[in-house]
């Protein structure tokens, strides 16, 4: 699979646990960090939502990791440029940058340290102990995005 094109759709159970997943923010209920990423469609101009985690960098800064890759909500926030982060009845509008696949080890690492036993399948045997060289290789396939 091509890196800069990579997706992994929801197969099987995913789309049950993903409504699941998705509600609970609505709910106002987060888990380690989650919310609503609430992004304006790039052909319709509506409202899309997804669960994502938000994860602090050592710098302090915020980002968005999609470990499924090149998805909708990835091709639209490119787009849009900015959206909205919701939990429950608050909502949190921010901008967003896309990070270059050479600043993206150390972020990559950190997403696996932090939320790997959720989302490790979907990096496909890459871990938090991946070497800097294996994480620079699979970087293109997993757009990452500076929250401000």
Same mark, same amino acid.
């Given at each position: 699979?091509?890196?800069?094109?990579?997706?992994?759709?929801?197969?099987?159970?995913?789309?049950?646990?993903?409504?699941?997943?998705?509600?609970?923010?609505?709910?106002?209920?987060?888990?380690?960090?989650?919310?609503?990423?609430?992004? $304006?469609? $790039?052909?319709?101009?509506?409202?899309?939502?997804?669960?994502?985690?938000?994860?602090?960098?050592?710098? !302090?800064?915020?980002?968005?990791?999609?470990? $499924? !890759?090149?998805?909708?909500?990835?091709?639209?926030?490119?787009?849009?440029?900015?959206?909205?982060?919701?939990?429950?009845?608050?909502?949190?509008?921010?901008?967003?940058?896309?990070?270059?696949?050479?600043?993206?080890?150390?972020?990559?690492?950190?997403?696996?340290?932090?939320?790997?036993?959720?989302?490790?399948?979907?990096?496909?045997?890459?871990?938090?102990?991946?070497?800097?060289?294996?994480?620079?290789?699979?970087?293109?396939?997993?757009?990452?995005?500076?929250?401000?």
């Amino acid at each position: 699979m091509d890196n800069a094109t990579r997706y992994l759709s929801p197969a099987g159970a995913d789309a049950v646990f993903n409504k699941i997943a998705n509600l609970l923010p609505k709910l106002g209920i987060s888990i380690m960090g989650s919310r609503l990423l609430a992004v $304006r469609g $790039r052909k319709s101009g509506e409202w899309r939502t997804t669960m994502v985690n938000v994860m602090t960098g050592a710098d !302090g800064q915020r980002y968005l990791v999609a470990p $499924r !890759g090149h998805t909708q909500w990835v091709r639209n926030l490119r787009v849009a440029g900015e959206g909205e982060l919701r939990l429950g009845r608050k909502s949190e509008t921010f901008s967003a940058t896309e990070v270059p696949d050479v600043d993206k080890v150390p972020l990559l690492r950190l997403y696996l340290e932090k939320f790997g036993w959720e989302v490790g399948k979907f990096f496909e045997g890459v871990t938090k102990d991946a070497t800097d060289a294996e994480l620079t290789a699979i970087a293109p396939g997993f757009p990452v995005f500076r929250l401000g």
